[in-house]
């Protein structure tokens, strides 16, 4: 009798287990009382007062008291009481709640994590980080959620001191956060503030660059750069086969109409299949206003009209020119007008009359003043 009981129950606890995601009208009938079913679904109808800015049903507070009848170990009962306070708005007691359960459960996350939500809202920014760095641990890149948050707060005064050393101990977070600001033309002094040496690479900077140039703040696009550790002379590079740069180098934008390879001191290795229009490069620029000549050598058949370079103005993407890519060394002649004080350089392929796949390699390609060009 005892091993038909014994049976039962594992029976019952696979189909709860297993259903209770899927058909959680199946679990609820095998077994109501399961505590973590009972967990579960108080957690989850909390949770969706609180979306609703409603208090929870007081129902739910009593399923987890018959849950934890049977797990009287379990951390869900502190949880779901310290949830439904903080649905009050009674964070005192529920903060207590939450330490509590991570004294009783310190490798449980949801904890903690309510623990940092809630410390964030009250500016406690030192005691939302030894949860979030708790939780990383547990849970990598979890603390990636509370950027906005953070990035809010960085908008009080005086919040930068407190925020700064933070986000230094914590570099995932750190850039989820900059990557916030980047698109906030209000937070450019904070994003100059938190820009240190070897932030080139990063998204976020590429994005707050280009959006002041955008905005023709050159200036700051210069400072921000500068901060990050570029030394923005704001002329053509030399490709580097990679992308550490930063934004004033080139950019290869690989896509089903074609490709570029390059190897720093190689060439510029070309695939252009011919069929669709395509940016295959960008270079960012600052030059100053005045005419300039476009060198290039190129190796590799490249028929007319199809590949050529083109001089676009970042602030309203009007064209200062446009130079054809062929075989042999040439150059062409580019004017540059005071009014346009950032520059995009695009190598651009266009089909021709007849479409066919370019495969060329261009060894050197310069853009200088025209009195210093040879």
Not at 62 to 67: F, K, S
Not at 150 to 157: D, F, I
Not at 164 to 179: C, E, F, G, I, T
Not at 272 to 289: K, Q, S
Request: proline share 9%; net charge positive; glycine share 10%.
């Amino acid at each position: 009798m005892l091993l038909l009981l014994l049976a039962g129950q594992a029976v019952r606890t696979a189909i709860v287990t297993t259903q209770e995601e899927r058909r959680p009208a199946l679990a609820r009938a095998v077994w109501p009382s399961y505590p973590p079913l009972l967990f579960n679904q108080a957690l989850a109808g909390i949770g969706a007062a609180a979306r609703e800015g409603r208090a929870p049903d007081p129902g739910l507070l009593a399923d987890i008291e018959r849950g934890s009848l049977g797990a009287p170990l379990a951390v869900e009962p502190l949880l779901v009481k310290a949830t439904a306070q903080l649905a009050a708005g009674q964070s005192q007691p529920a903060e207590a709640l939450l330490r509590a359960a991570v004294r009783q459960d310190p490798r449980a996350p949801a904890a903690r994590f309510l623990l940092a939500d809630l410390y964030i809202r009250q500016e406690r920014l030192g005691d939302a980080m030894i949860q979030l760095t708790a939780l990383d641990r547990r849970v990598g890149g979890i603390s990636n959620g509370f950027a906005p948050a953070v990035a809010r707060y960085l908008g009080q005064p005086g919040a930068l001191p407190k925020v700064a050393p933070v986000l230094a101990s914590n570099p995932p977070l750190r850039r989820a956060v900059l990557q916030e600001l980047s698109t906030d033309a209000k937070a450019d002094p904070l994003l100059l503030a938190l820009a240190r040496r070897g932030d080139l690479a990063e998204v976020w900077l590429a994005q707050a660059f280009e959006r002041l140039l955008a905005a023709g703040n050159i200036p700051a696009a210069r400072a921000l750069y500068a901060k990050a550790g570029g030394a923005p002379t704001g002329g053509l590079t030399r490709w580097s086969g990679s992308d550490q740069g930063g934004p004033l180098t080139w950019r290869f934008n690989p896509s089903p109409s074609g490709a570029i390879e390059s190897q720093a001191g190689g060439p510029m290795q070309i695939i252009y299949y011919g069929r669709e229009e395509a940016t295959l490069a960008v270079h960012l620029l600052l030059l100053p206003p005045g005419n300039y000549v476009l060198d290039q050598r190129v190796t590799g058949e490249v028929p007319a009209g199809t590949l050529e370079w083109r001089l676009v103005c970042v602030s309203d993407s009007r064209s200062l020119g446009v130079v054809p890519v062929a075989s042999g060394a040439g150059r062409g002649a580019l004017t540059i007008p005071a009014n346009c004080p950032a520059q995009r350089l695009q190598l651009f392929g266009r089909p021709g009359e007849f479409p066919k796949t370019i495969n060329a390699a261009i060894s050197s390609v310069t853009l200088q003043q025209a009195g210093a060009a040879r």
